[in-house]
């Protein structure tokens, strides 16, 4: 039978094969495709851009019970932003961002060959006396809510989350900046704060393992629970986006957790049925590492968000967000915040560091 493809359809195709890199002919270790959440990352609120653009709410985290050091440090921890929006939107230059967005198709063929680089991964035990440690440098925005970007200098970030199942409200401890903060997370109930299980707002290892694989029956998980969360912090309709807001949920899955590799798999090919996401061929990490990524753009914010990805082995790098118009925090093409992961592991008690790169 003859191949009759041609056109817009053929040029697709041969771009797909020039971006994917060719399939790992070993399989991975253990602990790959894992980051979770940047804990104070959320506290973010552009109220400086809501004459023009609304930004996206505050989805998952409870309230945050931190010392005034810790306080201080949240402008330091603003380090990646997802985003959501159209394919039309307008893409930075090479020279801004070093990368260019194409089509949502390759996406999806990404995303699966992910998936299937996640999933071979070997399972792990576990439990809840334990604390996940991951190790990152991370890069984010200081400047003022709604003013001109001022982007920090790259610096190394250590955390330690406990895998309880709770209700805890000593979730663990953050190491950034030479200091030591405890990372107490709690919803106020008179004057004593109430500790919450594991769940969306605190991935532990098991709680991940417990998510359903099906890709299609996951986002439906995942859709509900932020839904849920909005309904109780009465999340005006406008500020609302399920598409935004899975993807938003994927990236804090993504950050600073270890995953089950059949978890990771799920997550990667749910985000694949996500509209909106793009191919970024060539995405640079917080430590300077090129891979390719999977974007999508919040163009009521403005921004782009890309998870970061070894061409070669698909790994999870990190993340980097930038403007993709000009708006009050910068002209388009100012990077917000960039993170690279440097090493995660299991470990038994707080500041304890792996032997091993895991």
């Known amino acids: 039978m003859n191949d009759r493809t041609s056109g817009p359809e053929q040029a697709e195709r041969e771009e797909l094969a020039l971006l994917l890199p060719a399939p790992a002919e070993r399989d991975l270790p253990p602990g790959r495709h894992l980051h979770h959440k940047d ?24 309230a945050v019970l931190l010392p005034a050091a810790g306080l ?122 109430v500790g919450h299980p594991a769940g969306l707002d605190r991935p532990t290892y098991a709680w991940l393992a417990s998510l359903p694989t099906d890709p299609d029956v996951l986002l439906r998980r995942l859709t509900a629970e932020i839904t849920r969360d909005q309904d109780s912090r009465d999340t005006p309709a406008e500020d609302r986006d399920e598409a935004r807001d899975a993807f938003d949920a994927i990236g804090e899955l993504l950050r600073e957790t270890v995953m089950p590799p059949r978890t990771a798999a799920a997550l990667y090919r ?18 300077g590492r090129h891979g390719i990524g999977v974007a999508r753009d919040d163009t009521a914010a403005g921004w782009r968000t890309t998870w970061i990805f070894d061409s070669t082995t698909l790994e999870y790098r990190g993340e980097r967000t930038y403007l993709i118009r000009d708006t009050s925090m910068g002209r388009k093409g100012t990077l917000i915040g960039v993170s690279a992961v440097l090493e995660r592991a299991v470990v038994d008690a707080l500041r304890e560091r792996p032997s091993t790169t895991t």
């Open 270 to 287: 749910a985000a694949a049925r996500i509209p909106g996401v793009r191919v970024d061929p060539d995405a640079v990490d917080a430590a």
């Open 72 to 193: 201080a440090l949240g402008g330091v921890l603003l380090t990646t932003l997802a985003v959501t929006g159209q394919d039309s939107a307008p893409a930075p230059s090479a020279s801004a961002t070093g990368s260019k967005a194409t089509g949502t198709r390759g996406a999806a063929v990404l995303l699966d060959r992910i998936a299937l680089a996640a999933g071979k991964g070997g399972e792990r035990t576990v439990t809840g006396d334990q604390f996940v440690y991951v190790r990152t440098l991370v890069s984010g925005n200081e400047g003022e809510f709604g003013g001109p970007v001022k982007l920090a200098e790259p610096g190394e970030r250590e955390v330690w989350m406990t895998q309880k199942a709770g209700p805890v409200i000593d979730e663990g401890l953050i190491h950034q900046d030479g200091s030591y903060i405890p990372l107490v997370v709690g919803v106020p109930d008179g004057e004593k704060p």
């Open 39 to 62: 804990t104070l990352m959320r506290l973010i609120d552009q109220d400086g851009e809501r004459a023009t653009a609304r930004p996206r709410p505050r989805l998952l985290r409870p």
